[in-house]
């Protein structure tokens, strides 16, 4: 019943911008933590950033001080900024949701792709 919607993705140039959305809808009971992860082709799934009901944050060390994540607890939504874009972030990028009842939660995915 829960869905996860993931926007924002596209196609940018090297060193711009862009902002992932996903909107969680759906009987949650409660939300432990929101992340992002990301694949690319032919690697392992990879968490990028992940934030905690309360707010604690966690990054991949390929992504510190370019993204930052963000969450709005009321509305279950969670943002990923991604700045200074690099073509290694080209990849699919997953939206998560896991609630404090086990229960775990996936988007369908939005294509970043960056490249000169």
């Known amino acids: 019943q829960v869905q996860l919607v993931e926007s924002g993705g596209g196609s940018v140039q090297p060193g711009e911008s862009l902002k992932l959305s996903c909107a969680a809808s759906?009987?949650?009971?409660?939300?432990?933590?929101m992340a992002w992860y990301r694949q690319a082709p032919g690697k392992q799934r990879e968490l990028v950033a992940i934030?905690?009901?309360?707010?604690?944050?966690t990054y991949a060390g390929s992504v510190k001080g370019r993204f930052t994540i963000s969450r709005d607890n009321a509305k279950n939504t969670v943002d990923l900024q991604m700045n200074s874009l690099k073509p290694e972030d080209t990849a699919v990028y997953y939206c998560?949701?896991?609630?404090?009842?086990?229960?775990?939660?996936w988007g369908q995915g939005t294509q970043v792709t960056v490249s000169s």
């Open positions: 998560y949701l896991g609630s404090n009842r086990s229960q775990n939660y």
């Open positions: 759906g009987s949650i009971f409660s939300v432990r933590a």
């Open positions: 934030i905690s009901v309360g707010g604690s944050t």
